[in-house]
T-cell receptor, first 114, second 116 residues
Framework: GAGVSQSPRYKVAKRGQDVALRCDPI?????LFWYQQALGQGPEFLTY????????KSGLPSDRFFAERPEGSVSTLKIQRTQQEDSAVYLC????????????FGSGTQLSVL | AQTVTQSQPEMSVQEAETVTLSCTYD???????LFWYKQPPSRQMILVIR??????QNATENRFSVNFQKAAKSFSLKISDSQLGDTAMYFC?????????????FGTGTSLTVIP
């Protein structure tokens, strides 16, 4: 596609619900990143994929967070048993995986946990 | 660990005037990139300008330029002839080299308002 696409744009969940956030990267981009952006903060790294391999998940805040990219394109970030502190904007970014290349970002999913 | 600090949470500037946003960073790395990203209300992060640490010459992109002081670990963004469309959050970011994954670090952002 022309850009990184994320859905839904907004998600409201009751505490304890599971949510799934989708990222569709730019076609041909092998690297995919998930970031969490709390209100008034900069994006913070969650996890990184190269094709279908999850090479780094050191930023995932708890075992309630799970990400996958089974076919090396679309990725899903799943949050189980959501808590209020999970409320944030979740940004997805991708690039071709070449060293030093900039990131292309989506518009994010704003998650509100009530 | 790398840290990026933006000490100005909010700034404003009159349309057509010039404004400078500050950024400092802390790293022990010698090779890295620095970026300024713009995040308008649409939330999409848009690259404004990029600077390679090994280049002494300051990067320039049209109305946007940087003042890169490597020894001082400072990377400020100057916006000339400010336009209403420049109103957005601006994030300074550091990328360690070689970048093989999670080596992007962002500051907390500066909210810039251009006043007509």
């Amino acid at each position: 596609g022309a850009g990184v696409s994320q859905s839904p744009r907004y998600k409201v969940a009751k505490r304890g619900q599971d949510v799934a956030l989708r990222c569709d990267p730019i076609s041909g981009h092998v690297s995919l990143f998930w970031y969490q952006q709390a209100l008034g903060q900069g994006p913070e790294f969650l996890t990184y994929f190269q094709n279908e391999a999850q090479l780094d998940k050191s930023g995932l805040p708890s075992d309630r967070f799970f990400a996958e990219r089974p076919e090396g394109s679309v990725s899903t970030l799943k949050i189980q048993r959501t808590q209020q502190e999970d409320s944030a904007v979740y940004l997805c970014a991708s690039n071709k995986g070449r060293l030093n290349e900039k990131l292309f970002f989506g518009s994010g999913t704003q998650l509100s946990v009530l | 660990a790398q840290t990026v600090t933006q000490s100005q949470p909010e700034m404003s500037v009159q349309e057509a005037e010039t404004v400078t946003l500050s950024c400092t960073y802390d790293t022990s790395e010698n090779n890295y990139y620095l970026f300024w990203y713009k995040q308008p209300p649409s939330r999409q992060m848009i690259l404004v300008i990029r600077q390679e640490a090994y280049k002494q010459q300051n990067a320039t992109e049209n109305r946007f330029s940087v003042n890169f002081q490597k020894a001082a670990k400072s990377f400020s963004l100057k916006i000339s002839d400010s336009q209403l469309g420049d109103t957005a959050m601006y994030f300074c970011a550091f990328m360690k080299l070689p970048n093989t994954g999670n080596q992007f670090y962002f500051g907390t952002g500066t909210s810039l308002t251009v006043i007509p």
